[in-house]
């Protein structure tokens, strides 16, 4: 409440209005005097407005405060009867409530308007000889708090009853319902009639009726404060419906329960587009894992079938060989021979597709692998390695990588049984293997002093059956880096090389650091 | 070196004849009998049609079986000869030109002695029937009332 500061007019006394006897007050000695003058200081600073009326309602004293309740200058009021001086504090409430306490000499409190448009009193009215003392203090602030409450009531009237789309009502502690919005009759297909004082079990589908849901849904809402839900409900017409919804449970200011809310909404298409994208990626799941199996039983049929011929193809040659080669004339010997080298190399290729589908499929869990072990097994117990060992030296130390070991060993042999094997004749081939570690990235180098790769083909010799022209004259399927780059892709990693053609390559790695 | 009967469960002719070779190769005195699937080595082991003869198709002292074969796979017929032969406890060595991990587990899963690749050439292959012919048929003990009864009588 606003306080005007800095008037400083001479107070004019109130009259009348005090407990002794007038005899007294004439005698008053001068602390008596002191006394008044503190009371009237007192009346003049409080926040209430102050007045003293006569028994004819005549204003005898009004403090400053009361200039501001009735907006009219004390002057102009005193002596005058209120309610014919100030506007609109007669013929209401006030003018009614003053009388009756004047007339049957009881004090009285009440509440209500006064000179001022939509603001709101407290009033005191207190009987004394000489008439009466008036209180009043405003309760604007209260009032307005009351008012907003009024319109969030009114808000939350207009917005249960306009939303269509979700269904709200509310239920007691007990779980009957006592409220029923328009959108909960539109949803359920029941009228807040049939529903207010119903328990809400009939909303839910028999089985959730009979696993005792709807208490459990209450029950969850209290212990959590919040109950979400989705799930199949029934209309009034027994059709179901799919439903997404939360229970809050409501308390009053003491803590005590007072009931349940709850907001639903329809999601029927939503699921129902929900479950039909399932399906089909269910589906699409099921017909994929075919054809992969497909695709396996083929790889396993090509293993079986195919080099199964091969090998007695190439061992009857063999035999042959063996037991007739005297008898044979050189040219056909050859022959011979090179129907062994054809299944040999047959078989190879077959071997190196099989890898090729099979590496980075199945369980491809990295862990820790320590590579200097990995490297120097690789290359003691690799046959094709054995004519270059003491070629290959490694820089140590090398960073250990995550990786999938058997898939890794793959890669590493792979890269170094091309490091030893595509040298220019009469060359020693000279082969390092070295790592570098950046950030959380390890590189792992094979370099070799070979025939080297003409920058065209660097990135084609990752593909399947590819070689360059110069490789054609060395043995091999061109397939061992496809391995390489589909085994260290599905590691998470990334192959490459580099080269200076007729110098060497170097071919790198990258694998996360372990 | 007693003589025993190793029974070759596989459906490809072409390495009957290639084991029977191997088999000269490394002198192996045995007897080594064939079948071309499941059905006929269960027959061969219960002595049922053309193999009532035990003299000429007697008990096997050793097994040696392919997976993949038409009808009954091997898988099955070592589950049955495990379970419900009257030779449970032959030693049945896997010989199959797959080297599948799930191959591999499966076959020592239901009590194979030994899963073995087949050879892709036939000095391998000669190799191999070496080892077998020293470790299985000269210093391998077979359980009594087994298999030896048979070819002893």
Redesign the interface.
Known sequence: MKRRAGESKAPVHPRGHRPVDNGARQSASEPREMEEQHAVTMLETIPDAVMNLDESFRVLYANKEAERALEKKRAAIMGGVLWETVPRTGGGKFEKEVRRSVGQGKSAEFEGPFVREGEHYQFLISPCESGAMVFIREETEKRRLRHALQESEAWKRLIVDSVKEFAIFSMDPTGRITLWNPGAEQMFGYTAKEMLGQRSDIIFVPEDREARMPAKELAEARERKHAKDERWHVRKDGTRFFVSGAVVPLYDGGGKLVGYTKVARDITKQKTAKDQLEEEVGKRTAELQKTVSELEAFS?SI??DL??????M???A??LV?TTRDKLDPKAADYLDRIMAGA?RL?RLIQDVLTYSRVGRGNMELEPVELENLVRTIIREHPSLEAAQGRIILKEPLHNVRAHKASLSQCISNLLTNAVKFIPPGRTPRVQVRTEANNSIVRLWVEDNGIGIPEIHRERIFGMFQRTPEAEKYEGTGIGLAIVRRAVEAMGGHAGVESEPGQGSRFWVELPAA | MKTLCVLQVED?E??VV?LR?AFQQAGIQSVLRAVPHGEAAMDYILGKGDFYDREAFPLPALILLDL?LPGMSGLELLGWVRSSSPIRMVPVIVL?????RTDVESAYERCANAFVT??????E?TELVEGLKIFWLKHTQFPAGSVNTAIRR
């Open positions: 396993y293993s079986h080099r199964a011929p091969l090998r007695s190439r061992s009857f063999q035999i063996r040999e078989d | 490809t072409e390495d290639l070779y993949k199959s030109s797959s080297s599948h087949k050879p892709s050439g036939i000095d292959l």
